[in-house]
């Protein structure tokens, strides 16, 4: 008989506790032994803010197994075999003897374990701006069940009127959500130009609009100091100067790997400052295995090597270690595209693949449509949903896509990742055989509506203009003449204000005569969604206008002020 | 200056007006006549069951555009220079003379009209049973907007208690669901041994047991007879004997091709009795298309020809027609994977691609797995989903989703659906990267975790085994070591009562010793959806067991009669 494996894992959170599970249904009788930093094992990090917003109130939810049992130490001896040590930290990896050194953080005692394979888990650190009052209390992040304790807390006592999250990225407008629905008066505070950065500059801003109606949103701003009294938060002072009374700071301007035992072992780290992998999930040395944020992963698309600090990627990731360290590397994980959605309160937002910002930064010459339109009947209740596509402009394939708005984002952000792992064009997706039934979506799928717009703008059909260029060329005093082709009653409900003339759609054929004279004049077209906006590009077009384009995403995509 | 095209579209329903709208797209000067046998124009004839069921109230919502206009010959006109012909039936197309002939239904005027280009878009007709009484007052389908209105008055009037439908397809289901709302008891009468065939049998019989507590489901027994009193139907006789007071008997037994104007022009049908037509829509007569109901197209993972008659495919079809009698032969309909969804009450359900029966009628050699969990996290209120997946043995090539549940079918459809599009493998899915946060998906989503439990069963880490297969070894007296490894509190509510043993998975190493001294016997494991009973598995298979057995789907999946 051969001595049983021995495994050990660093970390307990997502991918160590992945791996781990997987290292054990590989080997019945390996000895597999998880170290946690913490007292909490398998936390369900990313519901930290629906705990603190109140969708539910059982903090054991966030610990336990489907069928409530909590996952402790007793727990994954009992039905994994697993020895996990909890409240011990990890202090050092010694490659040359293949052991660890660990200390127990409440007893103080030291020890070290041996391994024959290892996986560090030991995800990201949360960063803390490097400015004045850091310290003080009422100054947290929202990373560790103790932080969601803390906020909690603050949400039942109803004692802070008014709080900021500084950072507006996912936890953050996760965070904001959760605050808000305590009744806390909220400011969001990013040094950006734009919130969710993952996502172009317009899509970003619409739900930035959206959110106004629930916080206020301060951009491209910073904070220079916390100001405190007794060693409590008292308000934040922001770069400009202004200053912002609140007793509750959440701090969520994203983390960063968390590395230093992989470092001062000698493993290799990346520029992004993530642990360097291969497709097995293997580090420089053969016998220690990386899973989850502390690693660097390429993106699939532009080859790179990008940092993906995700709950799901982190499992999957877990998963390929915890089968090659027991048999030998079988397992792949190939990569990301860097897919993310959060929700926003009636909102859903996210996106997969590349950014157009992202296209550009890698050099690939691309393609894009803007879609705006519910994604179920009128009579089923549907929901607006604004998505942005971008393709290959050779090709045709599927390089990512943006999608926001009140309706079913999150399956529309499934299909677009699915169809860029699965390489498809703009083509394959214009056929594409969804589920339909009104219950779900309309008769011609949002995503396949999507994929339409692209496909006629690629076949020069029409030409597409963004909000943001015709509002740059009418502020630079461009002769334009924009067309709304919408009916008079949505005109007088809400309009552009730029100077637009009002023809309907259905009237346009009979006054078509009423266009400029010059065929060679810029003439923009839009309606509510573009849809009669498109179909007035056409007509136009068809009477010798040589200069027709329709304003991509409509009057319901105009990110800018309106009147009414 | 060329004289316009002359166009001229038979079809007034889904893919007929799509032609129509896209070809006028392409030439704005083309002359476009469309023939409509009834009174309305694109009409949302998948939402009439919503309409009945009282969703919503507006009948107009389902002959509305977005904005609230409806589809009349006047809104064609205006909006998209489309002359609308209703109430006006084409009565013969003259090949030879590139002609059609028509009678206005309300005049009794006939008369001709000229076509460059013709689209046939005559869609399906209903299947009636050609049985006694079919002509009483009382019998309708659901296919018409006056059969939508006739039903809708029966739910508003509120007059009739009891009611049958004949046929547990997706029409009849929803057709149940709209009536079942309108506080009408119901039977559901299907002559095939399972509702809804496009399922396989488990799959069908999950939905069969959740429609039960809703409706009476009487299944292997046809209508034999329509019982009535002066002209109005009183009851329903069935096959064997047993006869059903009702005063509504709505049947729903499927379409056939409507092609009586194609096959008197003498144009190829095929062996399903639909129009034949190439990947541009064309038909054997180069300057005739067809889209749509009418037609048959080619499954594209099995190359053969189907009828699906399904509105998302007809208006893709008639987009490509559209396009293509303008243009020429530019657009392609590549064919469909027949994806399918209803909504059943609180459940979806639904398939794409190839179920297994249709992959044994194709004969290729597959593999499968069932996964039975949550669309969510717990704390999100996550609800259960059941899939069975189906793959190419060698290649991993996903052939097939079956899906259901109160879970969100639509999206895991979907995806699969996108999957099946990109000819992606079951390695593939396993790492999918799909949009996580928990108010819409576990960290591991269900269908990669569908994934994940066919890429186990295909490596060999274990064998499954239906529920199906494990009742009748349990029929034939099979000797079995059933155990059951959830925990005590969970055997005490529902329990299957073949005379399984219970040891939770928690204890199992403890109690190995109580298994079955034949290391060879047979022992089937399970919990409540079979990822316990996957562990359990594996972990007795270390023990030197060689027969050991995961029931798919676990106890949420057992489809006959449980204990308690």
């Not at 024959?116 to 490097?130: R, S």
Request: proline residues 4%; contains cysteine; neutral net charge.
């Amino acid at each position: 008989m051969t001595t049983s494996k021995k495994i050990i894992v660093i970390g307990g959170s997502a991918a160590g506790p992945k791996a781990a599970a997987r290292a054990r249904r590989m080997d019945e009788f390996a000895e597999i032994t998880m170290f946690q930093k913490g007292p909490d094992l398998s936390m369900a990090s990313c519901g930290f803010p629906y705990y603190v917003g109140g969708f539910f109130d059982d903090r054991n939810k966030l610990l336990c197994t489907p069928t409530g049992v909590v996952r402790d130490p007793n727990f994954y001896w009992n039905a994994k075999g697993i020895v996990c040590k909890i409240n011990t930290e990890v202090t050092k990896i010694d490659r040359a003897k293949k052991q660890i050194e660990y200390k127990d953080l409440l007893t103080g005692e030291t020890g070290t374990q041996g391994y024959d394979k290892l996986v560090i888990a030991t995800g990201a650190t949360a960063n803390m701006p490097p400015i004045p009052g850091i310290n003080l209390d009422g100054i947290t992040t929202l990373q560790s069940m103790q932080d969601a304790d803390y906020l909690r807390k603050i949400r039942d006592e109803k004692k802070i009127q008014k709080a900021v999250v500084i950072g507006g990225g996912l936890i953050g407008i996760e965070t904001l959500e959760a605050l808000h629905l305590a009744g806390i008066e909220l400011t969001m505070i990013e040094l950006l130009p734009q919130l969710l950065t993952f996502l172009d500059w317009k899509m970003a801003k619409l739900v930035e609009n959206y959110l106004k109606s629930k916080a206020n949103v301060v951009t491209k701003n910073g904070v220079s100091e916390f100001i405190g009294e007794h060693g409590k938060l008292t308000g934040v002072k922001l770069q400009n100067g202004t200053e912002i009374p609140c007793k509750l700071a959440v701090v969520a301007i994203g983390v960063r790997p968390r590395v230093d035992l992989a470092k001062a072992a000698g493993l290799e780290i990346g520029k992004l400052g993530g642990i360097i992998v291969n497709e097995y999930m293997q580090t420089s040395d053969p016998d220690i295995y990386a899973a989850g944020d502390c690693c660097e992963i390429p993106n699939l698309i532009t080859g790179k090597n990008v940092l993906a600090p995700y709950g799901d990627l982190a499992n999957l990731e877990g998963r390929a270690a915890g089968e090659n360290i027991i048999k030998g590397n079988v397992a792949t994980f190939p990569g990301t595209i860097q897919t993310g959605v959060c929700k926003i309160f009636d909102y859903g937002v996210g996106i997969t693949g590349l950014s157009e910002a992202k296209a550009i930064d890698a050099d690939i010459d691309y393609v894009k449509a803007v879609n705006a339109s519910p994604d179920k009947p009128g009579f089923m209740d549907g929901k607006l949903l604004f998505t942005k596509l971008v393709a290959e402009q050779k090709t045709g394939r599927i390089l990512g896509a943006q999608c926001l708005g009140p309706g079913d984002v999150s399956k529309q952000l499934a299909i677009w990742a699915t169809a860029i792992k699965g390489k498809l064009t703009v083509d394959d997706m214009v056929n594409a055989d969804l589920p339909y039934a009104p219950p779900f979506s309309l008769a011609i799928d949002h995503s396949i509506a999507t994929a339409h717009i692209l496909q006629n703008k690629m076949h020069g059909l029409f030409d597409g203009i963004s909000a943001l260029d015709l509002k740059t060329m009418l502020d630079s005093g461009e002769d334009l003449y924009i067309l709304d082709v919408r009916g008079a009653d949505e005109y007088e409900q809400t309009r552009l204000g730029v100077g637009e003339t009002l023809i309907p759609l259905g009237v346009l054929r009979k006054r078509i005569n009423e266009l400029p004279a010059d065929k060679n004049k810029t003439i923009v077209t839009y309606c509510k969604i573009s849809l009669r906006g498109y179909e007035a590009a056409m007509l136009i077009k068809a009477h010798g206008y040589t200069n027709v384009k329709v304003m991509e995403g409509g009057i319901a995509g105009w990110p800018f002020e309106k009147e009414k």
